[in-house]
């Protein structure tokens, strides 16, 4: 195998863009963790061909898509991107972030979303990242308020999975909020 740029390194992580040979991994983990799907209310069964349109990414300009991978054996063990991108005018971006199940509760989702805002701020030159996430999903929830994002409204049962319907938390960070705490 090729050695691949590790595009933002962290401690335990490092995020980059996928490359084809990802497909099938990533074909396996959007379909089969059922904790990561119920907490992005993910209710679609993706193809391959789902899968290779979603690392594509259509206009290269319009999102940024990064997988998750372990530092060391260079595991995928998650998803991340910045999507909706509203630059120069607003510079703000929408963050998603996904950790497969197998990985959850072992602060990678603290770790990734970490390397976000620092490449969003520090790279990009974001304003403004928001952020979505379900009521239910606390832990979650309260990583984002420690790493500095703030509550700024809810989408009533916005999203139904599994036989019942989920409230959206809304949250945000702004550039000077996130200096202040980290730099």
């Excluded at 195998?1 to 595009?7: C, I």
């Excluded at 909706?84 to 929408?94: N, V």
């Excluded at 602060?107 to 990734?112: I, Q, V």
């Amino acid at each position: 195998m090729q050695s691949l740029v590790k595009a933002i390194e962290g401690e335990q992580l490092y995020l980059r863009p996928y490359t084809k040979e990802e497909v099938p991994a990533l074909y396996e983990a959007f379909n089969n963790n059922q904790i990561a799907r119920q907490f992005t209310g993910t209710n679609h069964i993706y193809t391959l061909e789902d899968v290779e349109r979603y690392i594509e990414g259509g206009d290269a300009h319009a999102d940024v898509r990064l997988g998750i991978f372990m530092q060391g054996n260079d595991q995928l063990i998650g998803d991340t991107s910045f999507i909706d991108i509203d630059t120069p005018a607003s510079r703000q971006a929408r963050f998603q972030m996904v950790v497969f199940d197998d990985y959850i509760g072992q602060r990678f989702g603290t770790e990734a979303t970490k390397l976000m805002l620092e490449y969003g701020f520090g790279k990009l030159n974001f304003h403004r990242i928001e952020l979505e996430v379900f009521s239910f999903n606390t832990r979650a929830i309260h990583v984002y308020e420690k790493l500095g994002f703030v509550h700024e409204g809810m989408k009533r049962e916005c999203r139904y999975y599994d036989h019942q319907y989920y409230h959206a938390v809304i949250m945000s960070i702004l550039e000077q909020e996130y200096r202040e705490k980290y730099r």
